[in-house]
């Protein structure tokens, strides 16, 4: 009897705790599920204020990027590419030309794999996004390589000649005065047109947005590195100061110093002292790659928040064509892209007050006129995407020539 009744007990004690561990797996999966509702509440509302913050704004369906097809084949059609061949001198074995061979060269890889996209600056320091007379003198190709995550930046020299898409005053000027007179879509179309890109994304930023995400990030380290360069420099913040109604202190010497909102903007607008154009472009790739260095950290710390809040206060002064969810996903994966390059475009260039045909003709004051485009443009596909055999269109190839005709005034 006994023996039953122990045993009785300690079936209903299996029961009880059975049962017990049911109500506690069942709370567990409660609170998960309390705990990712609220996430998922917390990231919709963080969606919500984005959306609300910043100007989306589709690129007209017409605007020019370039094939794969179209860049291999040389013809500017789809028909698949004709190959390319090379004449190699044979020789014996004491090295002598004996003869020659046609080899057949490999085809342009293309852009298939990269995702790329025209980073904007307005030169307007203002909380708007204001237009009209503004001119874009931040003009950056960010390339993504899709499957690493691996990131080049390219900075376009903004006196830098290119051919105009219609709606500009002349067919050829500088490449900051395309949105000027005919907005974004052209802009990117002259881009892709011009280079040889299938740029499909943009994101237009002015100084304030940039100097907003800098504060909320905590400051972005950067150097002065001499008198010269201090003086241009709190001239400049003096007047993005004025501008964006924020406020940074002047500098008093030459350093290192964790620079505040307006600090980096004012420091990234200089380009006397030395640095001109090619220094210029170069510092504002140096901030860039170190703010998506500083967000990665402060992700790396699990501050979620603070990396969503500077999305949210940049994008109050952004256009972009970029969805809701691409800036959402692109600001909480910042840990998974890195910079591993950057360069300007053109590199070998000819500038001054008056070159060749250009004041003359069109009317412009120091142009900066690559001295071979074509070449520049096959060095700029093997520098974003590693492609050795790429080879411009004949648009391409007609524009470099008329350049060369212009910059030597025949």
Not at 104 to 113: K, R
Not at 127 to 136: A, K, S
Not at 285 to 293: D, H, N, P, S
Not at 311 to 325: D, F, H, I, K, M
Request: net charge negative.
């Amino acid at each position: 009897m006994r023996t039953d009744n122990q045993k009785r007990k300690k079936k209903k004690a299996e029961i009880g705790d059975e049962a017990g561990m049911k109500r506690r797996r069942r709370s567990v999966i409660i609170v998960m599920a309390e705990t990712v509702l609220l996430l998922l509440l917390a990231i919709t509302a963080y969606g919500t204020r984005i959306l609300t913050s910043y100007d989306y704004e589709e690129l007209s369906p017409t605007i020019y990027r370039e094939t794969s097809d179209e860049a291999a084949s040389n013809k500017g059609s789809t028909a698949a590419p004709e190959p390319r061949t090379t004449i190699v001198d044979e020789t014996n074995e004491e090295g002598v030309v004996i003869g020659t061979s046609v080899e057949e060269l490999p085809v342009s890889t293309g852009m298939s794999g990269y995702r790329n996209i025209l980073l904007l600056g307005l030169d307007e320091r203002s909380q708007g996004m204001e237009e009209n007379g503004v001119q874009t003198d931040v003009m950056m190709i960010l390339s993504i390589n899709n499957e690493t995550g691996d990131m080049k930046m390219v900075s376009v020299l903004r006196d830098t000649i290119m051919k105009m898409e219609d709606g500009c005053n002349t067919a050829y000027n500088k490449a900051n005065h395309q949105f000027t007179y005919s907005g974004i879509s052209d802009t990117v179309s002259m881009v892709n047109r011009n280079l040889g890109l299938d740029i499909a994304e943009y994101v237009l930023v002015n100084w304030y947005g940039v100097a907003m995400v800098v504060d909320t990030l905590g400051g972005i380290e950067m150097t002065i590195p001499n008198d010269q360069i201090l003086w241009y420099f709190n001239g400049y913040l003096t007047d993005v100061n004025e501008k964006t109604g924020m406020w940074s202190p002047q500098l008093p010497a030459p350093g290192t110093y964790l620079m505040r909102g307006t600090q980096l903007v004012a420091y990234c607008r200089i380009r006397y002292g030395g640095y001109n154009d090619t220094g210029r472009t170069q510092n504002q790739r140096e901030a860039v790659t170190k703010m998506l260095q500083k967000g990665k950290d402060v992700l790396a710390a699990g501050e979620i928040n603070q990396v969503l809040q500077a999305a949210e206060l940049g994008l109050s002064s952004v256009r972009t064509n970029l969805t809701l969810p691409e800036v959402l996903y692109m600001a909480t994966e910042l840990g998974d892209y890195n910079i591993v390059g950057s360069s300007q475009f053109p590199q070998e260039y000819t500038t001054s007050k008056f070159v060749g045909n250009y004041k003359g003709k069109y009317n412009i004051d120091d142009p900066l006129v690559a001295n071979d485009f074509a070449q520049e443009v096959r060095n700029l596909h093997q520098f974003l995407f590693d492609d050795p055999y790429y080879e411009p269109s004949d648009f391409v190839k007609n524009v470099s020539y008329q350049m060369y005709l212009d910059r030597t005034g025949q």
